[in-house]
């Protein structure tokens, strides 16, 4: 392959395209590596003897309708079909 039959990345592309891809490519490998650490962290806790129940003090709330949804969505101060 010759240099001329690459195409030439100032045409095809802007430079706010690049920026785009980039950007997109280096949050998806930084949303990767944060799972990666995480599944590591509870890995290294089960080991040293951490418990399986360490979530189970977290006050979950589960929506079961759509009259509870729209409640919760109502007190972090949105509106519902507006």
Not at 43 to 59: F, I, N, P, T, Y
Request: glycine content about 8%; aromatic content about 8%.
């Amino acid at each position: 392959m010759k240099p001329s039959d690459l195409r030439e990345v100032y045409w095809d592309h802007t430079y706010k395209d690049l920026v785009t891809i980039v950007r997109l490519n280096t949050e998806g490998k930084v949303a990767e590596l944060g799972q990666h650490f995480d599944n590591l962290a509870t890995v290294v806790s089960k080991a040293l003897g951490g418990s399986d129940d360490d979530d189970a003090d977290e006050d979950v709330t589960v929506i079961e309708s759509w009259d509870d949804l729209a409640a919760a969505f109502r007190t972090l101060g949105g509106q519902v079909g507006a």
